[in-house]
């Protein structure tokens, strides 16, 4: 049995070997702006579901207020480089810390709400940070938004500068850190504190008869869910160099839960492709105008009526029968 | 029982819902390496006692004593630390997980991994990790259930998952275990083998309460018998002092007629 799971051990460094090549070639393969831009999207949007996956697919908590915390970090990283004249990286760490913190209050109401209400409650909290962003014109600008905001400084090794206007070096940067998300993500699932997610997702009393504090780890699960959210808000601010409320309104929730449901929740691995699917999939659509929603609202409605587990129920469920057909196979030759 | 003897003693316990006196005034004392067995008709309030003792429900009146410690006050998941563990009348497993799952979740307040292992998984890690594997394995083929680890807890048999219940319930390592009705749904077979584990447990040194309605069941594994009816204590003793008690008989004549 330990055998299998050091097997599952080195097949899981193997896949993360392989995003780490992907994520190296894409930009080679997608060389006008366009695609690029589309690239970095898709890393950050990878970054939001995954780190919405671990509060809902994993600790069972329906948050509708990740909107929120990319926006809270994107606000407090861009304002206190604007007005205060910190460097990037420090302003950087704020965005996020600013952005777990939140995520820490909202979820003391999770420890009393559950289900419907904690969606309530969370859908609440983001419409309120909206209208902060919105209202709060002496600070954010309002809807007037905040112009100009500078990309990453460059990073200068000797002889060799990573210059972060290059849309190129920008996705390897903000890949890099959804890659390094998803491994600290699967790294905490794999250990016994995905056991104690799961248990409070999936019964909290028999959770609590274990020795598990719910509350405590409900905190927790929020606490990274959100750092990574708000991590990606920091580059987003930027990476498009201007930020208004309208990018962290509520809709944007329900997209980034759309990514984890079609992608599969309770997965890490199903959310990324989640992510990337509903990324690229409206651009293809971009065509056939406001019909692209219709199409979008169909193809999630089938995933759920049809393939609850999502993207990565299906690659399960594809592997298991490419799995029994070669072994049919093999079974087939040896006589 | 001298007060030093008893590992867990609860005093004057009282429960109201709403207009219904649940469970009114009830003291017990429990020594390690017995079992202690509650019974009474359906809706003498046994669970409402065992919600109390484990936390589940705050007691309106009462103290509960563990090692001489109070813990009324402490939630249910901080009195695990103290070595209580339980089992639940209706089945609370973790259904979408698989049976040694449900039994690792059990370790939670035993893990020995330094903080940062968590994020990158070291060899205390991948110590902790087998030993809880093995200690897992161990417990299945203790209550029946080796060859089943990777099997869906949801998709076990009724007598199945009350045997992985007590399994994971033991995995905190516990020095109080308390059942609630673990032969509800289970054959004549499966109630055989549950007695026999009991037996093991308290010839290794535990304490276990078992809550039954069935007074024939736990008669010929208990060394103290408390009798509810109607929320009350109706006597206290050894099961051959209980099967004689006039009280005690007209209560199960009354509820079973
Ligand atoms: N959570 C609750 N809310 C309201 N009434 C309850 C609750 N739990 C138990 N009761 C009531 O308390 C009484 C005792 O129930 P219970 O402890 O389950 O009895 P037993 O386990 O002996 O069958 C019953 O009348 C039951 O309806
Ligand atoms: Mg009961």
Redesign the interface.
């Known amino acids: ?2 055998d299998a ?1 050091s097997a599952a051990g080195r097949a899981r460094w193997w896949g993360i070997l392989a995003a780490a090549c992907v994520i190296a070639v894409l930009p080679l393969v997608f060389r006008d702006s366009y695609w690029r831009t589309n690239l970095i999207v898709c890393a950050l949007n990878v970054m939001l579901a995954i780190g919405l996956d671990f509060v809902v697919g994993y600790a069972g908590q329906l948050n509708l207020g990740q909107s929120a915390f990319y926006g809270i970090g994107a606000y407090v990283s861009t304002l206190l480089i604007m007005r205060l004249g910190l460097p990037f990286w420090p302003a950087f760490v704020c965005g996020v810390v600013a952005s777990a913190l939140s995520g820490m209050v909202l979820s003391l109401f999770a420890v009393r709400l559950r289900g419907h209400y904690l969606a309530i409650a969370s859908l609440g909290f983001a419409v309120i940070t909206y209208q902060v962003l919105l209202n709060w014109i002496s600070l954010t600008q309002g809807p007037l938004g905040i112009y100009g905001i500078a990309p990453p400084p460059p990073v200068g090794l000797p002889g060799w500068q990573i210059d972060f206007t290059d849309l190129a070096n920008l996705f390897y940067l903000v890949a890099g850190f959804a890659l390094l998300s998803y491994v ?1 993500l699967d ?2 699932v ?4 995905g ?2 997610l ?2 409070i997702r ?2 909290e ?10 509350r405590l780890w409900k905190v927790f699960a929020f606490a990274v869910g959100t750092a990574v959210a708000g991590g990606a808000g920091c580059f987003y601010a930027g990476f498009v160099g201007t930020l208004v409320p309208d990018a962290f309104f509520i809709t944007e929730s329900f997209n980034i839960l759309a990514m984890v449901i079609v992608g599969g929740m309770g997965t890490l691995s199903g959310p990324v492709f989640g992510a990337i699917l509903l990324t690229v999939l409206p651009e293809f659509l971009r065509g056939i105008g406001d019909l692209r929603l219709i199409v979008y609202g169909l193809a999630l409605t089938l995933v759920v009526l049809f393939m609850p587990g999502g993207i990565a129920q299906a690659l399960r469920l594809a592997r298991d029968r490419l799995m029994r057909a070669s072994s049919r196979q093999t079974a087939g030759a040896k006589p | 029982m001298s007060d030093a003897a008893a590992i867990f003693r609860a005093v004057g316990l009282s429960k109201n819902f709403g207009g219904v006196r649940a469970v009114k005034d009830v003291s017990l004392a429990v020594a390690p390496a017995t079992v202690f067995a509650i019974i009474g008709p359906n809706g003498a309030g046994k669970s409402t006692l065992l919600n109390l003792i ?1 936390g ?1 429900h705050p007691p309106d009146a009462g103290t509960v004593m563990f090692n001489s410690l109070d813990v009324t006050a402490l ?4 009195r ?2 103290h070595g209580l ?2 089992t ?1 009348q209706k089945i ?6 698989s049976v040694i ?1 449900n039994v ?6 035993r ?1 020995r ?1 330094p903080a940062w ?5 070291g060899t205390a ?1 991948r110590a ?3 030993r ?2 093995a200690e897992a ?1 161990e417990l299945l083929a203790f209550v029946g259930l080796s060859g089943r ?1 990777q099997a869906l807890a949801g998709a076990l048999s009724y007598g199945e998952q009350r045997m992985l219940e007590i399994a ?2 033991l ?2 390592a516990p020095r109080l275990l308390l059942i609630d009705e673990p032969a509800a749904g289970l054959n004549a077979a499966e109630v055989e083998a549950l007695l026999e584990r009991i037996r093991v447990l308290r010839q290794r040194g535990m304490a276990v309460v078992v809550v039954e309605h069935n007074m024939d069941l736990v008669m010929n594994v208990a060394d103290r018998v408390l009798v509810m009816d109607y929320g009350e204590p109706l006597f206290e003793g050894t099961p051959a002092e209980v099967q004689v008690h006039p009280g005690v008989i007209a209560a199960y004549l009354g509820a079973e007629s």
């Not at chain 1, 009393?205 to 719910?214: K, P």
């Not at chain 2, 939630?75 to 901080?78: E, G, N, S, T, V």
């Not at chain 2, 690792?104 to 307040?109: E, L, N, R």
Request: aromatic share 10%.
């Open positions: 049995m330990s799971y600290l790294q905490l794999r250990s016994p504190i056991e104690t799961t248990a999936e019964d009393v028999s959770a609590a008869s274990l020795g598990i504090n719910a | 484990s589940v939630p249910p998941h901080a695990v630390r563990a339980r639940f609370r497993l973790f259904k979408q997980l799952d690792v979740a059990g370790f939670h307040a893990h991994i292992q968590y994020v990158w998984h890690f902790d990790r087998a809880c594997r394995a680890g994971r319930a995995a905190t």
